[in-house]
């Protein structure tokens, strides 16, 4: 089976990405599962209930997200209504929504996805490292295809959870910094890693935000608004090729996809 990861899906930018790109990279490539890191959805920052209906109307399957989920007040109810879109695993007890959840495919295969968040350089959660293990382990008594989105700021820490996991997931995959690395790969246990899926978003930016107003908050140190940026748009992320029997990845392919391209 064919699983399509959408690096986070930036504003309004983003969602026209995907909403213009996603219906035709769908049947060019017999995607039969979608997954979209979409916690920066609405206005650059956070995602709203309207946001993520419209992402999953688009053909989106699951919505993961990260450390900006908690941005917009009126997602908060949305995230235990909804088992279609994800938090991190790794909040403590009493947050809303859910960090995983086990879902049905087009072809009808069972896939997983867990939804974790780094520590370095960011909050002081618990460590997504011992989570995973008792995530995982509850997951593939269900399916053997487990899809982790792991949401993070230090490439040594997504490194280490490929790593660790190797062999006991279908795919670790980086979200967070918006900037698609090049060193996809299938590890010795037959997990699919990238350190970073990219950024679906406006192309001539800084990592999806207006440039003009990233380059002046550089040059004064003064605190300013981001928008999100304009113009040309582009979806970015991973294409997984998985074996439905065992859960390996065989092939992870990176896009990066422009409406018309």
Do not use: C
Not at 91 to 106: D, E, I, K
Not at 135 to 163: C, N, R, Y
Not at 183 to 188: G, Q, V, Y
Request: proline fraction near 6%; charged fraction near 25%; charge should be neutral.
């Amino acid at each position: 089976m064919r699983i399509l990861f959408i690096g986070d899906v930036v504003g309004r930018a983003g969602r026209r990405a995907v909403r213009e790109v996603l219906p035709l990279l769908k049947r060019e490539e017999e995607i039969d599962f979608v997954v979209a890191n979409g916690e920066n959805a609405a206005g650059g920052i956070g995602i709203t209930p309207e946001k993520a209906e419209e992402l999953l109307s688009m053909g989106v399957d699951v919505i993961t997200s990260g450390n900006h989920i908690w941005k917009k007040r009126e997602i908060l109810p949305y995230l235990d209504r909804h088992p279609r879109i994800l938090r991190p695993a790794n909040y403590p007890p009493g947050a809303p929504g859910r960090g995983s959840g086990v879902y049905t495919a087009r072809d009808g295969t069972r896939v997983a996805v867990l939804n974790l968040e780094g520590r370095v350089f960011m909050r002081p959660l618990e460590s997504p490292f011992r989570v995973s293990e008792q995530q995982i382990e509850i997951l593939k008594g269900q399916t053997p295809i487990v899809i982790v989105d792991f949401h993070a700021e230090a490439t040594s820490e997504k490194m280490a959870m490929g790593w660790f996991l190797d062999g006991e997931v279908t795919a670790v995959i980086g979200t967070h910094t918006h900037v698609q690395t090049s060193d996809e790969r299938i590890l010795p246990g037959g997990t699919a890693y990238i350190t970073d899926a990219g950024m679906t978003g406006p192309v001539n930016s800084v990592i999806g935000m207006k440039k003009e107003i990233a380059i002046q908050g550089f040059l004064t140190q003064l605190p300013n608004r981001f928008e999100v940026a304009t113009g040309e748009v582009e979806l970015q992320g991973v294409i997984l090729e998985v074996e439905e029997t065992t859960g390996r990845a065989l092939e992870i392919r990176r896009i990066k996809r422009k409406p018309g391209g």
